[in-house]
């Protein structure tokens, strides 16, 4: 059975498709002036001075770490509900990811467990705006703060996004932003690093291209072990493209949350996980708790043959080998665990229809009712 409804996807008009077209016809294929435009676009969108694109969510994430000095030794403390690489982009840098754990309702960083996880080590705390929704950032901040920390935000699920009125992107020391397709803007792939510091701006921006600063006529020097981590201007032109409606991306999402929200309300044994009024809502997460808690694999099932992409949001990233090979042991973070078995991401994209809204609440209202398969009860 094919997904007919996936859970997250891009929204591309006529109007990305010209802009893209346009740049490839013009002078630059690889990095040129559009990614500066993007660039300024997006510092002004989200109220940061500086923005640098990147190739992908990742190699901002590893810029950021870079630019922050994470080096061998050091340590950062991140959250395990979230994707690989947010841990695995400091691996590269030869430095260790600690996993403190996370409010057992939302799965966004708790600032208690951080602080009980600082060591002579620690470098950088790093928060996941998971789902979209911003992390506890007063709280870690001023963590960051009486510590001497960096503050590097994960903020890959969450442009467009805004706590207390301001915009993510103007609160950490860095935020970190992806445009892979599923992401609250697209360029294929790509991401961004968003800054207030200058000096951290030109560290980024020479990590980006093999840690080279140019000179006079042919001069240039190399200062850092940088890589090839440009955006092309193909890309900018989309992301560009893009920006101009991430507003309207961003409404429709949190009115899709709102009508789930609506939808969903009073069943037993199911609780959405709550996002705030400033969300961008990258995803709709629903717990699956009491009667219906163990049934996630059966709910899951039934819902992919019927056509619907739900997904699992996310398997604690120190479960996986490459973690355990490191020493990562079952049971380091028992809230983050217990929210791992229990969760579900329903479809949410600026595209999906009322009607298909409908239908997968439907389908899920179904699978529900049904007696529990044999396999769940076990
Ligand atoms: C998507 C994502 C990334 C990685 O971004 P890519 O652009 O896919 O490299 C990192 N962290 C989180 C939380 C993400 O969702």
Redesign the pocket.
Known sequence: MTTRIPYGRQSIDDSDVRAVSEALSSDWLTQGPKVGEFEEALAACCGARHAVALS????A?MAAYAAAGLKEGDEFITSPI??T??ATAGLWLGARPVFADVDPKTGLLDPASCERSLTRRTKALVP?D?AGHPADLEALRSLAKKKGLILIE?A??ALGASLDSRRLGSISDYT?F???PV?SITTG???AVLTDDARAFERLSRFRTHGISKGEDWEYSVLDMGLNYRLTDLQAALGLSQLRRLDQFISRRRELARRYDEALRGWEGLEPVPGTPGSAWHLYVVRLTGPNAGRRREVFRALREAGIGVQVHYIPVYRHPLYRKLGFKKGLCPNAEAFYESILSLPLYPGLTDSQQGEVVNLLRRVLAAAPAEEARR
Do not use: I, Q, W
Request: glycine residues 14%; contains cysteine; hydrophobic residues 25%.
């Open positions: 992908s969510g990742t190699a994430l979230t994707f690489s947010t996941v998971y994960d890959c699920h970190v992806s445009f892979h992401k792939e790509g991401g």
